[in-house]
């Protein structure tokens, strides 16, 4: 074998194990959105895990107001990088048994430092992002959230 070949076969192998170390260390991460569903203010608890599906809920701010604490179970996958993903939800009623609805819709993010923390961003956001199964309506989606790091 020549000695070209096998620093090409000793690079590859090397970059093969980096890959499969850093797609070990790739964690969960749960983000807690809030924006609009349409005209609806919402709060949205989503936990991106490491298989690309997402598990979460969310409720609608007006509802709460009126204490009503009720969440709105949703689940689904997200393609591609947190960062840049197209994210499918299904909504479903409480007791899980009925799918009612879809969120559609896109994932940007990014991250952010300063000397004492650095944050993990991300937003939601669809045209019509949000389908409804029963009245067929569908809603613009626009959800923020943020999450802090210390620095040490």
């Given amino acids: 074998m020549s000695l070209n070949l096998k620093k090409l076969l000793l690079c590859v192998a090397f970059m093969l194990t980096a890959l ?32 690309n599906t997402v598990k979460g809920f969310y409720t609608y701010d007006s509802q709460v107001a009126q204490g009503n604490n009720s969440t709105i179970p949703v689940e689904g996958t997200y393609s591609g990088d947190i960062d840049e993903a197209h994210l499918m939800l299904i909504e479903y009623n409480p007791s899980k048994s009925k799918a009612i609805g879809t969120f559609d819709c896109r994932i940007e993010g990014g991250y952010g430092w300063d000397p004492n923390a650095s944050s993990h961003y991300l937003t939601i956001s669809g045209g019509t992002g949000y389908r409804n199964y029963k009245s067929g309506k569908t809603f613009k989606v626009d959800l923020f959230a943020s999450k802090f790091y210390p620095r040490y």
């Fill in 20 to 51: 499969i170390s850093m797609s070990a260390q790739r964690k969960s991460e749960t983000f807690n959105f809030e924006g609009k569903v349409g005209p609806y203010s919402v709060h949205m608890t989503l936990t991106f895990l490491t298989n």
